[in-house]
């Protein structure tokens, strides 16, 4: 099993910037895909970012591309979420899930972490 714990999160004005952090124990991710999700109230959880195992391919939604970076740290089995520009439309719970891959019906994930609060103001 793995255990996976977000940080990070907190409340930050539009414009700004936030690191997340998701910490793996009980097994190294090593050989998994990590992803970041997100999910507002009311709201459908939706992919933010994917990572794959050996960190050599990425990819984003469109609404992160070009402002969010996902990588990671095998050595320290930690997977991490660069923020910056940070929008309103942003706030949402920000989750990770190892084991992240896509299907027909959608993301689905292993493992996945209690979350961190994200809220940007305006």
């Known amino acids: 099993q793995v255990q996976l714990i977000e940080s990070g999160g907190g409340l930050v004005q539009a414009g700004g910037s936030l690191r997340l952090s998701c910490a793996a124990s009980?097994?190294?991710?090593?050989?998994?895909?990590m992803g970041w999700f997100r999910q507002a109230p009311g709201q459908e959880r939706e992919f933010v970012a994917l990572i794959t195992s050996d960190g050599g391919t990425t990819s984003y939604a469109d609404s992160a591309k070009g402002r969010f970076t996902i990588s990671r740290d095998n050595a320290k089995n930690t997977v991490y979420l660069q923020m910056n520009s940070l929008k309103p439309e942003d706030t949402a719970v920000y989750y990770c899930?190892?084991?992240?891959?896509?299907?027909?019906?959608?993301?689905?994930?292993?493992?996945w972490g209690q979350g961190t609060q994200v809220t940007v103001s305006s």
């Open positions: 899930a190892a084991g992240a891959r896509r299907r027909l019906s959608g993301w689905f994930g292993d493992y």
């Open positions: 009980g097994r190294t991710i090593v050989n998994t895909a």
